[in-house]
């Protein structure tokens, strides 16, 4: 005699389940090219049964930032008000590597939610920097308001383990990322040192073909609209050519972005080479490198987040060169931080490395990108403070 076969039993968490995995899978793929099917599988579901919990998915993304948000507020307000700061940025660091799959969403991807689950967002990351701040501006006060500008910066050292794949323990990525927004916290940016020798960038690619005035319409446009949101015939009307023309310069839209990623890539090593030049201490080759990224990400700022926020929508076999060329470029950094910190291996200098890009992208931001000589020098130095210098 056979036992009859047992029914499957829904787990109780489903709802929670859907939300972990959609979130992971929009932080990997984006959240154009990540469809409900895609997220149903990594449940273990099938994609009816993701309807039943979700209209659509609009409605998962939604949920999943507003939960990996909660998570977030949740974790700074169970911390004492008045707590010292590294309680603080240990909290903020544990939920983030705890959570750090699904955490990409955030830097990009959030500019897909609407209007009003947007201001909601930056409702609840405006709590979790303001309780940052006070304990930065408890720990160390400044005879001037730096207008949160070390706690978003903080902040963006522990974040950057949500854009990167490097393998480390969770404990040890935590020490890492705390001792990193520490370090943040603890740089006065007004106080910036310059790097030895002055940053020189490569001339704006100057569009000489029909080939080279498409690829420098689509850069404004990805950055302001996204991608995925940008249609051939915005492309082909930006330089004055029919849809169907387009096809005679570039196989695809892919393929516009990707040289876009190439162009990036190609003036950011030629900076830091230039930069490098003549220099030999460490330290000093750290500052001249986050001065050559700083200035980069002011002088080419649509192309940097071109470059840094949609090349998760390239395929494979178009991703792979720029996976390589962000290779040699951490590389860089992370010789001259060994040499300058010899306690440090590989993995842990490379999630540092990771942790200065973090910061240079988020003070950025916060100072909205207005380029001048004292916000290069301020961000530059939050840089070279994420590394532990």
Not at 207 to 225: G, K, M, Q, S, Y
Request: aromatic fraction near 6%.
């Amino acid at each position: 005699m056979t036992a009859e076969p047992t029914a499957a039993v829904r787990p109780r968490n489903r709802r929670q389940l859907i939300v972990e995995a959609a979130g992971r899978v929009f932080s990997e793929h984006g959240y154009h090219a990540a469809s409900m099917e895609k997220i149903a599988a990594a449940v273990g579901i099938t994609a009816a049964a993701l309807y039943r919990h979700f209209p659509n998915k609009y409605a998962l993304f939604a949920e999943c930032a507003g939960v990996l948000a909660d998570r977030l507020v949740a974790a700074v307000d169970e911390v004492p008000p008045g707590a010292e700061l590294p309680r603080v940025l240990t909290a903020v660091s544990r939920v983030t590597v705890a959570h750090r799959a699904a955490g990409g969403l955030y830097r990009w991807e959030a500019r897909y939610l609407n209007r009003v689950d947007r201001r909601v967002l930056r409702a609840r990351f405006g709590h979790v920097v303001g309780r940052v701040d006070g304990a930065v501006r408890r720990a160390h006060p400044l005879p001037r308001p730096d207008e949160g500008l070390r706690a978003v910066a903080a902040l963006g050292a522990i974040g950057s383990v949500t854009m990167h794949a490097t393998s480390i323990a969770p404990r040890r990525a935590e020490d890492l990322l705390t001792a990193s927004a520490l370090g943040v916290a603890a740089t006065d940016p007004a106080a910036h040192r310059p790097a030895a020798h002055p940053v020189e960038l490569p001339d704006r690619p100057v569009p000489r073909t029909r080939r080279a005035e498409i690829l420098a319409a689509a850069v404004p446009l990805f950055a302001r609209h996204g991608f995925a949101s940008v249609t051939n015939e915005q492309l082909a009307r930006a330089v004055g050519l029919a849809p169907s023309a387009l096809y005679r310069h570039y196989a695809g839209k892919a393929d516009i972005l990707a040289a876009a990623c190439l162009q990036a890539a190609g003036l950011l090593a030629q900076g830091v080479d230039r930069s490098l030049h003549g220099v030999a201490a460490p330290h000093d080759a750290l500052r001249a490198l986050a001065a050559a990224y700083v200035a980069y990400s002011f002088e080419y700022t649509a192309l940097n987040s071109v470059a840094d926020g949609e090349v998760a929508g390239l395929p494979p076999e178009l991703r792979r060169p720029l996976v390589l060329a962000q290779r040699d470029h951490i590389a860089v950094w992370e010789q001259q931080l060994r040499l300058a910190r010899p306690e440090l291996d590989p993995r842990g200098a490379r999630v540092l490395v990771h942790a200065g890009f973090g910061v240079g992208v988020e003070a950025g931001r916060r100072l909205g990108w207005r380029d001048s000589p004292d916000h290069r020098g301020a961000v530059t130095a939050l840089v070279v403070g994420a590394l532990g210098l």
